[in-house]
């Protein structure tokens, strides 16, 4: 069954600094991968996804991921990250389950910036 | 994408006490998802709930404590029955949006359920 392992739980940065959240998925055959974000006292909101093609995803907010088949990787990164990037990551994988495809998330990783 | 609305956003209960969740989606919709975010955790899947049968639990899970109504393709309710503080969490519907270049899930605003 597909899974999705996030290694990063809390990260630290300061203003304009460079931000990677790893994101790991177990192999399944077809892979349809998530980030989706949380801002503080707020609901889920996609950053980006990947279903096929170009493995550079490019999503809202100057956030962009890299689909990495050999290494069953969905990073995401950002070049300069800002006080107001300061929210909740979770990385999902759509899982074929019971008859349905359902989306499964991992742990999430808490990013704090720094002004 | 769909947009949902989800009530009440909040509430303080009882143990031993139960509380439904409303979701009304704008458009209709085969299946909704029931999460689950319990307090510094992710999101964790509780059932699948597709319109016209019983809905599909995941490990863990099960009907009597968390029944789930799907009368017709545009709502759906869960009820977290015989509350325990343990059930303090925020719990989220969701709705596969259609195939094509928009195809993802929405999420609903979360009900915030706190149990003392």
Known sequence: AQSVSQHNHH???????SLELGCNYSY????NLFWYVQYPGQHLQLLLKYFSGDPLVKGIKGFEAEFIKSKFSFN??????QW????EYFCAVIRFSGGYNKLIFGAGTRLAVHP | SAV???KPSRDICQRGTSLTIQCQV???????????QQPGQSLTL????NQGSEATYESGFVIDKFPISRPNLTFSTLT???MSPEDSSIYLCSVPTPRGSNYGYTFGSGTRLTVV
């Open chain 1, 11 to 17: 990260v630290i940065l300061s203003e304009a600094a």
């Open chain 1, 28 to 31: 399944g055959g077809t892979v």
């Open chain 1, 76 to 81: 995401l990164r950002k070049p300069s990250v």
């Open chain 1, 84 to 87: 107001s990037d300061t929210a």
């Open chain 2, 4 to 6: 949902i609305s989800q």
């Open chain 2, 26 to 36: 704008d458009s209709q919709v085969t299946m909704m998802f029931w999460y689950r």
């Open chain 2, 46 to 49: 509780i059932a699948t709930a």
């Open chain 2, 80 to 82: 977290v029955s015989n």
